[in-house]
């Protein structure tokens, strides 16, 4: 080989080493969860802080709503009860497991079937069986059309007026067939805010009256007036009023109920 070429090469090889080596360093493979992660724009301290807010929101609305889901729950069984007692099952109660499988909630809490017989003890609408049954409690306790005359004479010989329809219907299912049946002995009537009421038809009251007394005793109007103004207006009109009348409670109690039956007229 040529001499010169040989020097050259020895020239070069050296020329070689001494230039610095730049090792060129391998690029990460970046994920593509990461790629998708880091082009999510940045939420802002704000957003953060709305999100935050409503997170809690919601948890306690969640935590209302299982509150006031045992309520729900007592609302639904003391409405089965009421159903029952509609359906003539006077006598028939019902254990809690008995009243949450006919509702369909056998699945509640142990905490919501603790609490339910404490509230069905406290509910004024059930009557608590031997500790561990229930049935409805009406606000009159009529099974038949005798009880409800019975019902509505004490009612009345008490001086207390009439019934609401409404509460009779609640304690006695049959209580519109009645009516219509005992017409002799109830006097169904309707006030003027739609209300109905049942009064006990007094034989006693019975009575025939002379034609013109009562279209006199229509066309008084004592709405608004209080015996204290009755009697300052028969005074004034020159009519004197007995002190004492002699009245028996029966008596006063028709006079008072007299006075409440007006509004019907």
Do not use: C
Not at 1 to 21: G, T
Not at 60 to 70: H, L, V, Y
Not at 181 to 198: F, M, P, Q, Y
Request: glycine share 4%.
């Amino acid at each position: 080989m040529d001499p010169q070429l040989l020097r050259d090469r020895q020239a070069f090889l050296k020329r070689s080493k001494a230039l610095p080596v730049v090792e060129r360093r391998p690029i990460p493979v970046e994920s593509v969860e990461a790629k998708a992660e880091r082009s999510k724009p940045k939420k802002s301290k704000r957003k953060r802080q709305t999100e935050h807010t409503l997170k809690s929101s919601i948890g306690s609305i969640s935590a209302q709503f299982k509150t006031k889901n045992k309520f729900a729950i007592l609302k639904m069984a003391v409405d089965l009860l009421k159903s029952r007692h509609k359906d003539d099952k006077l006598d028939e109660p019902l254990t809690l497991d008995e009243i949450l499988k006919e509702i369909d909630y056998t699945d509640v809490s142990s905490n919501i079937r603790n609490w339910l017989p404490q509230a069905f003890q406290a509910n004024p609408k059930v009557t608590v069986v031997d500790d561990d049954q229930y049935l409805f409690k009406p606000l009159y306790r009529v099974k038949n059309r005798g009880m409800l005359v019975n019902v509505l004479r004490e009612h009345w010989t008490q001086g207390l007026g009439g019934i609401r329809l409404e509460d009779m219907r609640e304690s006695y299912s049959k209580t519109d067939t009645m009516i219509s049946v005992l017409k002799d002995e109830i006097i169904a009537l309707t006030r003027s805010d739609k209300e109905g009421i049942l009064f006990y038809n007094d034989p006693d009251l019975k009575i025939q009256m002379d034609e013109d007394f009562q279209k006199l005793w229509r066309s008084v109007s004592v709405e608004g007036l209080t015996d204290t103004d009755i009697e300052k207006h028969l005074h004034t009109a020159g009519i004197s009023l007995m002190q004492d009348s002699g009245l028996s409670q029966k008596h006063v109690n028709i006079y008072i109920d007299f006075r409440e039956l007006s509004m019907f007229r």
